[in-house]
């Protein structure tokens, strides 16, 4: 069985050495949580397999995507859904059924971002994603159904506030759901992002 340990190095001095672990990358993602407050200069990895230590390469300091890429999501998040409140209970616009999806489907996310940057967990990645891509779908449907008369009877016929209705069409075009899918969108390719950045670092 192949183990891995795990170290972080700062200003050339080893600062702590991490228990052996079976999966490479979790060990990289475990090093760089615990590593976040002391700013290495670099992560070490080693192969501890059959009882030897073998160097299987050097992890350079975290990219700006591994420091800042969950509080840019979280960010994002959290305005999306503050600008969703204020537009219903400041500005009094009901929402539709379609923004109600939508709203189930970003407010988790202000949750989940907000302790995975805290606590620099890049695995939970993997579960906003389903969220913000099913929000990229929805949103995007959304406003097809306000512009276009592809899907005129669906908008004009899904509850009592119709979802073609559009509250605001700033320069013509930006209406809500083009925020959301907006919102949605950066979301979703800033955690992709992270993701293959993690998948790169670890398989160096």
């Not at 990358?25 to 070490?44: D, L, M, N, R, T």
């Not at 990219?63 to 840019?72: M, N, T």
Request: overall charge positive.
């Amino acid at each position: 069985m192949r183990t891995w340990e795990t170290a972080f190095v700062v200003d050339g001095t080893l600062v702590q050495r991490f228990a052996s672990w079976d999966n490479r990358e979790s060990g990289f993602v475990a090093a760089c949580q615990h590593a976040v407050q002391k700013k290495p200069s670099f992560i070490i990895q080693s192969d501890r397999s059959h009882g030897e230590r073998k160097g299987v390469g050097i992890v350079k300091k975290k990219s700006f995507v591994l420091e800042q890429g969950l509080y840019i999501s979280w960010v994002i998040a959290l305005v999306a859904t503050l600008g969703s409140l204020y537009f219903s209970e400041i500005q009094k616009y009901i929402p539709c059924t379609y923004c109600w999806y939508q709203r189930i489907l970003m407010y988790p996310m202000v949750i989940l971002l907000g302790i995975a940057a805290v606590r620099q967990d890049y695995k939970q990645s993997y579960y906003v994603l389903p969220l913000s891509i099913l929000g990229m779908c929805m949103s995007a449907y959304h406003y097809l159904v306000q512009k276009t008369s592809w899907f005129e009877s669906a908008g004009s016929g899904c509850g009592i506030i119709p979802c073609n209705a559009a509250y605001i069409n700033w320069l013509g075009f930006i209406s809500i759901p083009f925020l959301a899918f907006v919102a949605f969108t950066l979301i979703t390719a800033m955690n992709v992002w992270i993701i293959r950045e993690v998948r790169s670092v670890s398989a160096k």
